[in-house]
């Protein structure tokens, strides 16, 4: 068993050294798949907003965006609940998706 870990860890140490990341690529596939939408339920939940009702005004809100072929920060969220426009013009980046992903719960 040692061996084949010993193995493993080679053949991915040589394909590591080769990997190029293309951070445009990812920011743009992260924009593209709507993984905001969790957090925006979860702003809504934070401001008192019940988990089922923030979980419908969500969808309704991707279903619009899908429906206008936009992403969730193109559209007008407010429409969905006066709520958002409380949100930080950057709440959808990218970036920031994933650094509140990274916090503890009780940070966010």
Known sequence: AFENVRLSLSVLRLSVRTVTLRTDRTEQAARDT???ATDLADFLVMKGVPFRSAH???????RAALQQRKQLDEIDLTTFSPLFSELPADYLAPENIVNRKSQSPALR
Request: hydrophobic share 70%.
């Open 56 to 62: 419908e005004i969500v969808a309704r809100a991707v």
């Open 34 to 36: 709507f993984m905001g």
